[in-house]
């Protein structure tokens, strides 16, 4: 059973970096893609970032691109995401998520990944 945890929210000042961190386990095979979503009080969960174990390709939505980086260690199943210039539009509950079958390429729809963690609190006061 494939299973993401996600750690390091906490609050931070505007303009101020954090970085996450998602850890999975469990696959079954060596074809899979990780994902960045958040979800703001009163809003749907919005796919920020991904990425494909494969070749590493990369995704981000036009709300934090240039500003956020996902990257991954050498195991290929811990995931970051550096997150810079961060805005109180970026306060949300942040969830990694992952998806087996995907290997050269992911997608920020979260209807596509199977296994999601619990979330960790990003805010930003403004």
């Known amino acids: 059973q494939v299973q993401v945890v996600e750690s390091g929210g906490g609050l931070v000042q505007p303009g101020e970096s954090l970085t996450l961190t998602c850890r999975a386990s469990g696959f079954t095979m060596d074809y899979y893609a990780i994902g960045w979503f958040r979800q703001a009080p009163g809003k749907e969960r919005e796919g920020i970032s991904c990425?494909?174990?494969?070749?590493?390709?990369?995704w981000y939505s036009d709300s934090v691109k240039g500003r956020f980086t996902i990257s991954r260690a050498d195991d290929k199943m811990t995931v970051y995401l550096q997150m810079n210039n961060l805005d109180p539009e970026d306060t949300a509950v942040y969830y990694c998520?992952?998806?087996?079958?995907?290997?050269?390429?992911?997608?920020?729809?979260?209807?596509?990944?199977?296994?999601w963690g619990q979330g960790t609190q990003v805010t930003v006061p403004s």
């Open positions: 998520a992952a998806d087996e079958g995907l290997g050269y390429y992911c997608s920020g729809d979260r209807e596509e990944y199977d296994y």
């Open positions: 990425i494909a174990s494969k070749d590493g390709s990369t």
